[in-house]
């Protein structure tokens, strides 16, 4: 039986979301940047979400986690951009940094504190390369309207499925997927509400899956990943101040190929048709990152 401790997990991976998050993606000015330099500074902002009950995830890159001498999960590679072989031209872009804070919390105050600090310490070691405000829409809802998450794993069962158990390599730990999706909202809405939820596979109002799914729904091309091993989703929407709208995915798994194994359906690279929700909705940025355990995690930062 899969055995985990869920005390290991960083905080912010199981906590209650908080009604704001901020995604902060980083990478190193050079070859030769300090990693003494950034090791503290990551304490240091460690150290100041817990002094503000600020829920936080570092999730490190497959270059930087093996720079920093840390013991590495089996197999962690970097995200590469995963193109639909139909002549749409979608494609699921890859972004991959070295380094991703996620915070999030019920004081944006605080969070942006927090996250204000600890980029301008780091500035001279690594730059920004995207940042990301989120929060809660309604009822944990998408943009579209639609319950997002409603296929996650029980709250009870998410440990096992996110952490990678107790006598593997880097156990405790959690493989990231984090993708900023972009929404057609004007295009999605001029859809009727039942062809929305053959995209989805659900219905909109309360989230109950079709008896009968489109091959290219949603719930189709994910339902197989999910079934073979499960991921623990903890997205969010965001929306910029020029009108762009969309969702910030993250996801948690003891491994790493059913992220793949999801995107690879979702385009139809496995010889599926191609997830009818990627006519609405394109991912500009995509990147893995590894959550290491409490314990690796004090380890890395010398502590």
């Given at each position: ?24 993606h ?22 100041a979400c ?21 013991e ?11 193109k639909s ?5 979608k494609?699921?872009?890859a972004?991959?940094?070295?380094l ?6 019920d ?8 996250q ?8 001279s070691?690594m ?6 405000m989120?929060?809660?829409y309604g009822?944990?809802?998408?943009m579209?309207g ?11 069962d ?38 929305q939820e053959?995209?989805f596979?659900?219905?909109?109002a ?19 990943a ?11 929407p ?32 496995d ?16 990147a ?8 690796q ?7």
């Amino acid at each position: 039986m899969t055995k985990v401790d869920i005390k290991q997990a960083q905080s912010g991976i199981f906590s209650d979301l908080g009604k704001h998050q901020w995604y902060v993606h980083l990478s190193r000015n050079s070859a030769s940047a300090n990693l003494d330099k950034v090791k503290t500074e990551i304490s240091n902002l460690v150290s100041a979400c817990e002094s503000k009950n600020i829920n936080l995830v570092v999730g490190f890159g497959p270059d930087l986690l093996k720079d920093l001498g840390a013991e590495t999960p089996d197999d962690f590679q970097p995200f590469t951009t995963i193109k639909s072989i139909d002549d749409s031209g979608k494609e699921a872009a890859a972004t991959q940094e070295d380094l991703l804070f996620w915070l999030h919390s019920d004081s944006k105050d605080d969070i942006w504190k927090a996250q204000y600090d600890a980029r301008t310490a780091l500035a001279s070691e690594m730059s920004v390369a995207r940042e990301t405000m989120a929060f809660i829409y309604g009822a944990s809802l998408d943009m579209t309207g639609f319950i997002d998450g409603t296929g996650n794993p029980a709250p009870e069962d998410q440990p096992a499925v996110a952490m990678i158990p107790e006598g593997e390599p880097a156990a405790g730990g959690s493989f990231i997927l984090a993708q900023r999706w972009v929404h057609d909202l004007e295009g999605w809405n001029k859809m009727s509400v039942p062809d929305q939820e053959k995209a989805f596979g659900r219905t909109k109002a309360d989230s109950v899956e079709l008896e009968t799914q489109e091959p290219y729904s949603h719930l189709s091309h994910v339902a197989q990943a999910d079934q073979n091993h499960s991921i623990a989703r903890r997205s969010t929407p965001y929306a910029f101040h020029d009108g762009t709208v969309g969702l910030y995915f993250m996801a948690f798994c003891k491994s790493q190929s059913p992220f793949v194994e999801m995107l690879n359906a979702m385009y139809g690279t496995d010889g599926q048709v191609r997830d009818k929700i990627t006519d609405f909705s394109d991912p500009v940025s995509g990147a893995f990152y590894f959550s290491p355990s409490v314990s690796q995690l004090s380890e890395i930062l010398g502590g």
